[in-house]
């Protein structure tokens, strides 16, 4: 598995401002609304979505706890269900790691 901290190099240096990422989940593929990135920084990302009431922040620690299990959900031996119990920002989370996979196929 790749180490995080070169998976989120390429994100910082690849992802833009005003972005539109689609939504995908291993269960339903690509569905429902894209997720819009907002800010970029080292630390976080912040994403707007319409069905969010407020601009999602999401720092850096919350991306990795969902790479180490990233795997695991791609082969549906964890569901997103169950990654909620640590992060509640999974959907921007699984968005992005999609479509940094996508990108480095």
Request: proline share 2%; net charge positive.
């Amino acid at each position: 598995m790749i180490p995080f901290n070169l998976v989120w190099n390429y994100i910082q240096s690849n992802l833009k401002q005003g972005m539109k990422v689609k939504n995908w989940t291993v269960d339903k593929d690509y569905f429902g609304l894209d997720i819009t990135i907002i800010t970029k920084s080292y630390k976080f990302i912040e994403f707007d979505s319409s069905t969010a009431k407020t601009i999602q922040k999401v720092a850096k620690d919350e991306f990795e706890k969902i790479w180490k299990v990233w795997p695991d959900y791609k082969t549906q031996k964890i569901k997103r269900g169950e990654m909620v119990e640590f992060n509640r920002h999974t959907r921007y989370i699984i968005d992005l790691f999609h479509w940094y996979d996508e990108e480095t196929k």
